[in-house]
């Protein structure tokens, strides 16, 4: 029984234990180990809150499971509202207001204990174009503030790209704490990432939280701390192999090129252990690197020029891009006896291609487009998938798990069993459902491609759920 029909239930009497409620919900989410049924409280009065920026409704899910009471909801997407009110609304007559364009809200009609929201992000990343209060969007947090001031709730929490707090953002970060602070409020904030809360996927958010400086405990509020169980991508991706492969340990030398670790290098990629993960990409180099001279055919002579171009195309002698094409004449000052058609040959199978007046660059250039469609495929075992994000990514999963003891096999093995042999799948809409921590019984969108955006722009459930957990034992209980 989906949780929003147990709260309909209750409010209309025909079950009186509150408890019997939030535990349905809490064991529908045992497939994942998020919540566990002793975890779950409720609060001796039943807080209200407003769902801004509400999208599908990943603040709504662990805010009801904690007890919530939604009075209103503000978007202006129409798929995603479609979506919220399939899961949220249509179960019977609800009295909640629908508040539409957050710009055109002011004080409401009500008294509110939570203000929630995962105020629009694009402002702040990279695919935004990094405008800040200078995009539109970016200046809808003015709204926010004229919300808060307004409607003075117990407390508010607000989501947000990792991208905000960045050395060139922040100022505007610093523009937002500041008048959240004005507006009568404790404010604190403190990036988590969605991993450390139960979910396989590396997903970092800044969490924006403030407590009405008039409220005793208003300064006792602290972040939630990580769970102790991590789940691994098998545990949440359907038709993938469990496998318990016990990793062996290398020294930095065997592992990395003349020794020297690149200071790049993710949470997850550990220093003494192989990638989880194959990145496809022919600007980048590893035992985990796949390169398009690794899936066709090419002489031990073609894949040294290519390694080379690899290892000298980033060094300032030949320009100060982060990647710069290389003549000719360098080329063959750094490989002995290279002939023209040698060039022209690596440009016929697609591997290079010549820059007019600037010299020759890999095809295969950006790590986000990857290679014949391919970014990255992550072995079932892995412990976290990247970021899922509303545009998409080239993301796959292998469907079967490799064990390598010597890292010059790893990637061979991985080419053979898994590559070659297509033993790998693409994300699902689903998928990107469990990753971010959303209960089975939701309702997604009927296209494939809107429900990704969708779950791409949603917050973690879990995450919200241990966040709101702590706001409100300080606000309710103390």
């Not at 939030?22 to 001796?44: G, K």
């Not at 997604?444 to 409100?472: C, D, M, R």
């Amino acid at each position: 029984m989906p949780a929003q029909i147990c709260y309909l239930i209750y409010e209309s009497g025909m079950i009186k234990n509150k408890h019997m409620v939030t535990s349905v919900y809490a064991q529908q989410l045992e497939l994942f180990q998020l919540f566990e049924s002793a975890n779950v409280i409720s609060f001796q009065s039943k807080f209200t809150f407003i769902d801004l920026f509400a999208g599908i409704g990943g603040f709504r899910i662990p805010l009801q499971e904690l007890g919530g009471i939604c009075l209103g909801y503000s978007e202006i997407d129409k798929e995603a509202i479609k979506v919220y009110q399939n899961n949220f609304i249509r179960y019977a007559n609800v009295e909640e207001a629908y508040l539409g364009d957050i710009t055109n809200l002011n004080k409401l009609p009500f008294e509110i204990d939570l203000l929630v929201g995962g105020v629009p992000c694009q402002p702040w990343s990279i695919a935004g174009k990094l405008q800040g209060l200078d995009d539109p969007r970016g200046k809808l947090w003015i709204d926010v503030f004229r919300v808060v001031k307004a409607n003075q709730p117990k407390a508010f929490i607000f989501e947000n790209v990792k991208g905000l707090t960045e050395p060139r953002n922040r100022k505007s970060l610093e523009y937002i704490l500041n008048n959240l602070t004005a507006c009568g409020y404790v404010v604190k904030y403190q990036v988590l990432n969605s991993y450390d809360f139960g979910l396989p996927q590396d997903r970092d958010r800044i969490f924006i939280v403030g407590i009405r400086n008039n409220l005793e405990k208003c300064w006792a509020f602290t972040f939630p701390n990580s769970l102790d169980k991590q789940l691994k991508l098998y545990d949440v991706i359907a038709g993938i192999q469990h496998s318990n492969f016990a990793k062996k340990k290398f020294p930095p030398e065997i592992l990395f090129f003349d020794g020297k670790i690149p200071g790049s290098r993710g949470r997850f990629q550990k220093i003494d252990e192989l990638n989880d993960f194959f990145t496809f990409a022919d600007i980048r180099d590893g035992h985990t690197t796949i390169h398009s001279w690794d899936l066709i055919e090419t002489t031990l002579r073609e894949k040294f020029i290519c390694q080379t171009i690899l290892r000298n195309r980033r060094k300032k002698i030949y320009g100060l891009k982060d990647g710069n094409p290389l003549e000719f004449e360098v080329l063959q000052a750094l490989i002995p006896s290279l002939q023209m058609e040698e060039i022209n040959t690596l440009v016929a199978k697609e591997i290079l291609r010549l820059i007019e007046s600037k010299g020759y660059e890999f095809i295969n250039s950006k790590i986000s487009s990857g290679i014949n469609g391919i970014s990255k495929i992550f072995l079932p075992h892995a412990e976290a998938i990247g970021t899922l994000t509303a545009t998409g990514t080239r993301d796959f999963v292998a469907t079967i798990s490799i064990e390598c003891k010597e890292p010059e096999a790893y990637k061979q093995t991985f080419i053979q069993e898994i590559y070659v042999k297509k033993n790998y799948k693409p994300l699902t809409a689903k998928d990107y459902a469990r990753l971010q921590g959303f209960p089975e019984t939701f309702k997604i969108a009927e296209s494939e491609s809107t429900a990704k955006h969708q779950f791409g722009n949603a917050v973690s459930v879990p995450v919200v759920y241990h966040l709101a957990k702590a706001l409100l034992k300080i606000i309710f209980i103390g």
